[in-house]
């Protein structure tokens, strides 16, 4: 099994790389996506004059009413997505980063930015159906019991097109927020001393200059989340633009709802989604 796996072709051992990294960081950090769900589509918060609910709010309210294991609800459907999901991504960035940029050549920042929005937007059209079952498990307004049985009751009852609502709300979050990590990223780790990227403390690190292109890139992009959020849970056909609309008649606060908990799942998941993906890929004497 191991000769086999010494013999895989590159791409296959990035997306098996980042299957891993995409398991780990999925189990740690679901109950920061259910929660952001929960803030994104709380009828009460978005009445006008309604008292605010924050995060600690939602966190306390789904242990009190659905257990602790609570928090992990929609943990299928993020396995689901996110083990294949991240391991495609990373292997399309490997399969790009090969072709366009031989000899070891490191993208530019603007190329950087393609290379990721690229890689992302692949991984993204690929996995949409269950990233909507995925944030209708977190809303908590429907009674799915199995991801299969979910996919069945949507097709069944809203066709086969309601799996692909929010594509363009997707890719709008997805893309860009990738494109920017990687940007930020590569950037930040070339600034890094010769001493830290060649010590035993590189991947602290690689972590480090995680978290900060996560938060910047979250930041920019949560607008296109809260977006796709509303089209995912409704189940009229919702367009971008009825979302967009609906969300701004309470403003544009409105655009910024579940950003803490987003930025914090989003920037430790890339994070350490990036570092373990780096650390295997050496392991197996590529470079990612």
Same mark, same amino acid.
């Given at each position: 099994m191991?000769l086999?796996?010494?013999?895989?072709?590159?791409a296959?051992?990035?997306?098996m790389?980042g299957s891993?990294?995409?398991?780990?960081?999925?189990?740690?950090?679901?109950?920061?996506?259910?929660?952001?769900?929960?803030l994104q589509?709380?009828?009460n918060n978005m009445k006008?004059?309604?008292?605010k609910?924050g995060m600690?709010?939602?966190?306390?309210?789904?242990v009190?009413?659905e257990?602790f294991?609570?928090?992990w609800k929609g943990?299928?459907?993020?396995?689901?997505?996110?083990i294949?999901?991240?391991?495609i991504y990373f292997?399309t960035f490997y %399969? #790009?980063?090969q072709h366009?940029f031989q000899?070891?050549r +490191? *993208?530019?920042?603007?190329?950087?930015?393609l290379?990721? !929005? /690229?890689?992302?937007?692949?991984a993204?059209?690929c996995?949409?159906p269950v990233?909507?079952?995925?944030?209708?498990f977190?809303?908590g307004?429907?009674?799915?019991?199995?991801v299969?049985?979910?996919l069945k009751?949507?097709?069944e009852?809203e066709?086969?097109?309601?799996l692909?609502?929010?594509?363009t709300?997707?890719?709008l979050r997805?893309?860009p927020f990738?494109?920017?990590?990687?940007m930020?990223?590569?950037?930040?780790?070339? %600034? #890094?001393?010769p001493?830290v990227?060649?010590s035993p403390? +590189? *991947?602290?690190?690689?972590?480090?200059?995680g978290v900060? !292109? /996560?938060?910047?890139?979250?930041?920019v992009?949560q607008?296109?989340?809260?977006v796709?959020?509303h089209?995912?849970?409704s189940?009229?056909?919702w367009t971008?633009?009825?979302?967009?609309r609906?969300?701004f008649?309470?403003?544009?606060?409105?655009?910024f709802?579940?950003?803490?908990?987003?930025?914090?799942?989003?920037?430790l998941?890339a994070a350490m989604?990036w570092?373990?993906?780096?650390?295997?890929m050496?392991?197996?004497?590529l470079?990612?």
């Open positions: 191991e086999e796996l010494c013999e895989a072709h590159p296959l051992k990035a997306f790389c891993l990294s995409g398991t780990c960081s999925t189990l740690l950090f679901q109950p920061l996506d259910l929660v952001k769900t929960r589509t709380l009828k006008p004059g309604a008292p609910v600690m709010t939602v966190l306390v309210q789904v009190q009413t257990s294991l609570g928090l943990v299928s459907p993020s396995f689901v997505r996110c294949p999901g991240v391991g292997s %399969s #790009l980063k366009y000899e070891g +490191a *993208p530019n920042a603007g190329e950087a930015v290379l990721g !929005a /690229g890689a992302r937007a692949v993204g059209v996995m949409l990233t909507v079952i995925k944030t209708r977190e809303s307004r429907y009674n799915y019991v199995s299969l049985g979910a009751s949507v097709c009852t066709g086969p097109r309601a692909f609502s929010g594509l709300a997707t890719l997805d893309a990738s494109g920017i990590y990687v930020f990223y590569s950037q930040a780790k070339r %600034s #890094l001393p001493e990227s060649s403390y +590189a *991947p602290l690190g690689n972590f480090g200059c900060m !292109a /996560g938060v910047l890139a979250s930041v992009t607008p296109a989340d809260v796709k959020t089209i995912q849970v189940p009229s056909h971008t633009k009825d979302a967009i609906y969300i008649t309470h403003g544009l606060r409105g655009f709802r579940g950003a803490v908990p987003r930025s914090l799942r989003r920037t998941m989604a570092t373990v993906y780096e650390q295997l050496a392991r197996m004497g470079k990612s």
